[in-house]
């Protein structure tokens, strides 16, 4: 399901997203929800790296993994 919102962007955003829009032969909104997947994904790889160096995550080897599925 998609809802509608309304922001309020820089002039010069505005003329870079009309640009990018342009040249990808896209949507406005397209290339401003592809954007917001990609943000919300590099953050989402950011808060893994953190808890990584924080010692919150367990890593497996990649000889753990193998005999773990009998390889």
Do not use: C, N, P, W
């Amino acid at each position: 399901m998609t809802k509608k919102i309304t922001i309020t962007l820089e002039e010069t955003l505005i003329d870079e997203l009309g640009l990018i829009a342009l040249e990808s032969g896209k949507k406005k909104a397209q290339v401003i929800r592809e954007a917001l997947q990609d943000y919300f994904d590099v953050q989402a790889v950011s808060k893994t790296v953190q808890e990584y160096k924080m010692g919150m995550l367990k890593t497996i080897s990649h000889k753990d993994i193998k005999a773990e599925l009998g390889l």
